[in-house]
């Protein structure tokens, strides 16, 4: 039976369709005649960790086998854990609305080192104890065995007593290989601790229990995996577009970088596999927008081919609806070819990470650019109209002194002066050094001097300056370099209230401060510099590169020496590449892609207006769907309905829209009988193929009526509200109500139910109730119907 969340708790908290769960097109599977059951969760928000491409691509091939199912779960937000504990309810996972503990694994990322609060309260929630050694004594429990994995476990340490395995380095293969074993497993009803023996077989598992030697695992096969899982996201993300990961690794070697370090060599897929899976993903999810992921997207080396073929597939439609977004350019990257591109894409805003200003700093940090070529960029970049370009800096490097910071205000004092039309701002974190990088040794800055750089910049670049928080900063350096005595630091930190450390509006050093007292820590001693001979943390983890290369590194910066890039130069005997590991470029001279015509980037939407089919569509929203807001919900049919092939009429100009007629917007909490839509669509269908369209479970359209070719005119409707009181004294307190209270309503009473028709337009229910009855949240004390026409 599927279990779900009260309405009443979904009624008292903000944003509830974060909760939901069951998203449109989800692969289910059989639960009970399935092997293993698996659950990987990522301990962030729903709408951050569901943009998150590791966990989608891991997700699709724990589906593709036959023998398994794979979910998803995330952490909450305070308020909701808040009602479930008082509820004594357990979190659920997302599609499948199961709690965790009915699952054989549960797979959960440390993607990043604030989200070690994250994975606690999943825990928690879910009634798991934090640590695998707890889980192991009772047997009286059965929990599922716990999987960690991402790119923070070059270190996993503070967080490593958590879990019975982790997954070092990269997962598609790996993570098939753990399944087989956990299967084979369960047949023979093997001890727990004979798994873990068998799961340290496999390259790339640690097993913290016995800290074993651990070396990274290396995706192996020629072609980088393509994502499946193509269910629709239920509400917007935090990057609200399709991932497609053009390539893997970066070799730049930028001194201070984990992510290069983590994810070399450099793996590139070949154009025609980006663009087939481009298809793919805009046909499956409804999608209009992807974003080309890379470390480093400018320097893959057939960038202007998939251009080519990019535009010559997608940006010929009649409606001009795709966008392509690059996140990561390199300075000497741009060209006209791409600045077209991204234009006709509708971005006007352009990132560059510079992480220092002066050139013996960038010297220090492995970071070579020429400002020739930047100036060449930005010229290009005015030449292309773009209106902003946002500079990223570190604070704090190796060897930075006060004239690298001198030499930041001149430098944005000379780009004002010279590119007067771009608005540029410059914007700073804190350099914490990372395990595994040449860096690894050096010292972190404190808060202080931090925030004594910061003040300097701000007084100087005043609103063009941004700046992270240095407490989080803080934080993140004491996690990134600690080792075991941590997890205890983590646990009283969470009990003492530490939740979404990554979120401005929620982290609080506080608790953290607080649980350091009490366990007498200093952490300020993880921000101190290591000596070259001090054991560290995470030396049993080899992720490929050499202790003499990072160390070699670390000599070359503070010669100031460049290291090139093994990609276009000579090896660097990093020590990742052997048996058949190395570098695989796509090479730019791919022949047979021919150029295509495409307009200039301010005359791609055509100001000819395209046929449009306009229907009217009557729509209820009842049982889950009433927690989706206005937006969702339009959001939402866009999608679903783009997935079911009904080519959608946009808007023309910068940013199209689906040709939507919307009435009132209805209130998250309302139940809505017969919602009114006006679609325009590109073809003529049958009223019947829109006539009982499933968008969502409670959101279904009921009637569909072709209008015509031409826009339908403002419709008139006479609303009508069913008020069923929660309790009866309420109804009282209504009735009671003053005739000028009630100015401009109709109000009738039958069988117990309150009946309200407005009589004018542009009433709000909502702020009826609170005004009249003081209620700060109406929809937890009455169950509000809205109905159109002919009344209830």
């Known amino acids: 039976m599927k279990k779900d969340y009260p309405e009443g708790i979904l009624l008292s908290v903000k944003k509830p369709s974060r909760y939901l769960g069951i998203e449109p097109f989800f692969p289910l599977k059989d639960w009970e005649n399935t092997e293993l059951r698996i659950c990987l969760g990522y301990p962030d928000l729903y709408e951050v960790g569901r943009s998150h491409l ?8 724990v589906n593709s086998l036959e023998f398994a199912l794979c979910d998803l779960v995330f952490a909450v937000a305070p308020d909701f854990e808040e009602k479930l504990k008082k509820a004594h309810l357990p979190l659920l996972s997302w599609n499948y609305r199961k709690p965790l503990k009915e699952f054989d694994i549960l797979g959960l990322s440390y993607a990043y080192e604030l989200l070690a609060t994250g994975i606690l309260q999943i825990l928690e929630l879910s009634g798991i104890p934090f640590r695998a050694v707890d889980r192991n004594v009772d047997r009286k429990e059965t929990y599922p065995l716990l999987i960690g994995g991402g790119p923070c476990v070059g270190n996993p340490e503070p967080v490593s007593e958590i879990f019975d395995a982790i997954l070092i380095g990269e997962g598609e293969e790996a993570i098939v290989e753990l399944l087989e074993v956990i299967r084979r497993a369960k047949r023979e009803e093997a001890s727990k601790e004979d ?10 598992v640690y097993v913290p229990l016995y800290k074993n030697r651990t070396e990274r695992r290396i995706f192996t096969l020629q072609t980088l995996p393509q994502q499946n899982l193509y269910s629709i996201p239920l509400i917007p993300l935090a990057h609200d577009r399709v991932s497609l990961e053009i390539s893997r690794g970066c070799t730049r070697s930028c001194r201070f970088c984990e992510a290069g370090i983590y994810y070399r060599p450099v793996r590139e897929k070949t154009p025609w596999e980006i663009v087939d899976e481009a298809e793919k993903a805009f046909k499956n999810t409804g999608y209009r927008e992807a974003s080309l992921m890379s470390l480093s997207a400018g320097d893959y080396t057939a960038l202007e081919e998939l251009i080519i073929l990019l535009e010559s597939r997608f940006f010929n439609s009649p409606q001009k609806e795709y966008v392509f977004s690059l996140p990561s350019l390199r300075v000497g990257s741009l060209t006209p070819k791409i600045l077209n591109f991204l234009k006709r894409g509708r971005h006007s805003t352009i990132t560059i990470a510079l992480e220092a200003a002066s050139e013996r700093l960038r010297r220090v940090i492995n970071k070579k650019i020429d400002l020739e070529d930047l100036y060449r960029d930005l010229t290009l970049l005015q030449e292309h109209h773009f209106q902003r370009v946002k500079f990223y800096f570190m604070l704090g490097l190796p060897t930075e002194e006060g004239s690298d910071l001198e030499e930041m205000v001149r430098l944005y004092r000379e780009l004002k002066r010279t590119f007067k039309s771009l608005e540029i701002t410059f914007s700073a974190s804190i350099f914490v050094p990372k395990a595994h990088t040449p860096f690894q040794w050096e010292r972190q800055i404190t808060m202080e001097e931090a925030w004594k750089k910061i003040e300097y910049l701000k007084g100087h670049l005043r609103k063009a300056f941004k700046h992270h928080d240095p ?7 004491c996690l990134s370099r600690g080792g075991r005595e941590l997890l205890a630091l983590i646990e009283k930190a969470y009990k003492r209230g530490a939740r979404l450390d990554s979120w401005s509006d929620y982290f609080k050093l506080s608790p953290w401060i607080e649980a350091s007292q009490e366990l ?3 952490l300020n001693h993880y921000l101190r510099e290591r000596s070259l001979e001090e054991p560290l943390p995470w030396e049993h983890i080899e992720l490929g590169v050499t202790r003499e290369f990072l160390l070699k590194e670390r000599e070359r910066a503070y010669q100031q020496k460049y290291t090139e890039d093994c990609r276009f130069h000579k090896c660097a005997k990093c020590g990742v590449c052997h048996h058949g590991i190395q570098n695989r470029l796509v090479k730019a001279s791919i022949e047979n892609i021919k150029p295509v015509e495409v307009p200039e980037a301010n005359l791609i939407f055509s100001t000819d207006e395209p046929k449009e089919f306009w229907y009217e569509i009557r729509f209820d929203k009842k049982g889950p769907a009433i927690f989706l807001s206005q937006l969702e919900v339009l959001r939402l049919i866009e ?19 689906p040709k939507f007629i919307t009435a009132q917007a209805s209130p998250v909490g309302m139940e809505v009988e017969g919602e009114y839509l006006a679609i325009a669509l590109r073809e003529k269908v049958s009223e019947e193929s829109l006539c009982g369209v499933k968008i969502y479970e409670g959101l279904i359209f009921r009637e569909a009526h072709y209008f015509g070719e031409k826009r339908p005119p403002k419709r008139e409707f006479q609303l009508f509200y069913r ?6 004294l309420l109804l009282e307190k209504f009735l009671t109500l003053k005739e000028r209270d ?41 169950r509000v119907k809205k109905s159109y026409a002919s009344g209830p």
């Open 742 to 782: 009630l100015e401009g309503l109709e109000l009738s009473l039958i069988n117990g139910d309150l009946i309200l028709r407005p009589l004018g337009e542009n009433f709000s229910l909502t702020k009826f109730l609170r005004e009249n009855l003081a209620l700060e949240n109406p929809f937890l004390l009455f």
């Open 195 to 204: 798994i873990l023996k068998e799961l340290t077989k496999i390259k790339g």
């Open 54 to 61: 590791g966990i989608t691509l891991l997700a699709s091939v």
């Open 520 to 522: 007498s820590l200093d």
């Open 639 to 657: 999608l679903v309905l783009r997935r079911l092939g009904f080519k959608l009429a946009y808007t023309q100009g910068f940013n199209p829209r």
């Open 471 to 477: 407490a989080q900063s803080f934080l993140e350096g």
């Open 723 to 728: 008020l069923q009181p929660k309790e009866p």
